[in-house]
């Protein structure tokens, strides 16, 4: 792909912004950090020069603008870079950040503190229940209660008792509603969403400030 072929693609893309699963941090030397559940980045100004204006609002071509590159020399590279981003899904356009929907509890302009969010709560085997905190689909939530329901059925007839046990379902583990739950019983929390699945230890229910360290 020439210069000019990668200018016309980034261009195409409209306005960009890192995926909305990342922490970005632009640092005082204009050096940009970036952070998930399993990347840490560091993009050194000096060989990621403009990369700090990438804030969801603007094209390529108006972050050259405003810094006055015209030079194909020097845009090149930042369009290369660009779309060396965008095919590692660490940059999206705005359609597909769209795509990506946060936890209420992580959406300022939705989150109720005097709300729980219990998406809903399922006894899927007796003693056995999910609690769903997760922003997931009610399509993935049913899928997720059958495979719960699958591995207690599994538990029960190994022990021959029934444990009873709340499976919390949630998208973050510093999910701060959490340990706003009143539970009665054992639990366990499971983040089947994002990058990684995590499962926690099970934690009996007057052991919920364990789990708040764990957080």
Sequence with gaps: MTDKEMVCSTQKEGVIQWHPRLNVYILDNQDVLILSEVQKLLLPAMQFPLFFLVDGHKTAS?????????????????????????DDNLLVDSVSSDLYLRPAYDRPQDYDPMDNGVTSKKVIIDGCEVVNLSALSAVSVVDIELMLLRAS???????????QISFIVIDDFTDPRITDLELDQTFMVIKFSGENVWISPMFSHTEMVLFSRLQ
């Design 153 to 163: 059925k599994v538990v029960v007839a190994a022990k021959k008792i029934i444990q």
């Design 62 to 86: 108006q972050i050259l603008q405003l810094r006055n590159v015209q030079d194909i020399q020097k845009s090149g590279p930042f369009h290369y870079k660009m779309n060396q981003f965008v």
